[in-house]
């Protein structure tokens, strides 16, 4: 039953009205935190605060409910249904993840290995890298330059990442996108994806999840771009990014390049929704938006 509204197969109200009409059957017996965390994007950290504005206690079982109890819990999940489905229908979805978990190279294994996903590109204020090309990997500007992105309303979503240098969407080529009817992978950071979600509520949110914090550090120094107090910065952020991961409604862990990416295409491609890992979800082409950090 918890997998079946997992998947989207049953409604969570639905569960919820069998289970207050028979309070002994089966969902009557369920207790509301099991029915909550079966909901698509929501979470442990969500479910704590969602139970504390609904006045009901961890323990309580949906045919144990009192009248105002139902009344809340049914006026939620019917907000909560109406907003997944709506975002079963987008056709934007955002990859973002820790710093060092490898969003770069997941990004651009699918650009390289997968034709038909588009690709546009970002605008950050970072020196390149060596064989970071303009235009392919990012459009590389000055702080002025940024400056008038910002200005004339250029960029979908923009952040100051790591305390250091700025990164942003250009807003055209992902409106281009989906006025044709195509989808759109945002590869961004923690920051940026919470615009896009606040800006596009539509969005679906994947955060990409190192296998461990031992392997995030191992990456981390063994790529060498940065200094000791650089990566004893980062680290500390990634920490914080790392706990952020509830905010997200897919979860895919990066322990494979190759793996990750194929997740991740099938995500845009077939379009479903299960919680914590990349499902289907229908769409046809997609642009994404590299930003390895």
Do not use: C
């Amino acid at each position: 039953m918890k997998a079946d509204v997992a998947a989207g197969r049953r409604s969570a109200l639905d569960v919820l009205r069998a289970g207050l009409a028979d309070p002994e059957g089966v969902e009557g017996r369920l207790r509301v935190t099991d029915l909550l965390i079966s909901v698509p994007a929501i979470g442990v950290t969500k479910l704590e605060r969602i139970l504390d504005e609904l006045h009901i206690s961890r323990s309580k079982r949906i045919g144990g409910l009192g009248v105002h109890q139902r009344e809340r819990l049914s006026e939620f999940l019917g907000t909560r249904e109406s907003i997944n489905r709506s975002r079963r229908r987008s056709r934007l979805v955002v990859l973002a993840g820790p710093t060092a978990v490898g969003k770069g190279t997941v990004a651009s294994y699918i650009r390289d290995h997968h034709p038909d996903v588009l690709l546009s590109v970002s605008a950050t204020t970072r020196p390149p890298r060596p064989g970071e090309i303009e235009g392919i990997n990012y459009f590389f500007v000055d702080d002025s330059g940024f400056d008038r992105l910002v200005a004339d309303d250029e960029l979908l979503e923009y952040a100051t990442v790591h305390n250091s240098y700025r990164y942003g969407t250009p807003r055209g080529p992902i409106e281009q996108a989906l006025a044709s009817g195509n989808s759109v992978l945002l590869e961004i950071d923690l920051q940026g994806a919470r615009q896009v979600r606040e800006r596009m509520p539509e969005a679906t949110l994947v955060f990409l999840a190192p296998p461990s914090w031992d392997e995030l550090v191992r990456r981390l120094v063994g790529r060498g771009t940065e200094g000791a107090e650089e990566r004893a910065r980062r680290l500390e952020t990634a920490k914080l990014e790392l706990a952020s991961q509830d905010e997200f409604d897919f979860r895919v862990v990066n322990g494979d390049v190759a793996e990750a990416a194929q997740e991740v295409v099938e995500l845009i491609k077939t379009r479903g929704r299960s919680p914590r890992r990349a499902n289907p979800a229908a769409a046809s082409n997609a642009a994404t938006t590299t930003r390895g950090v």
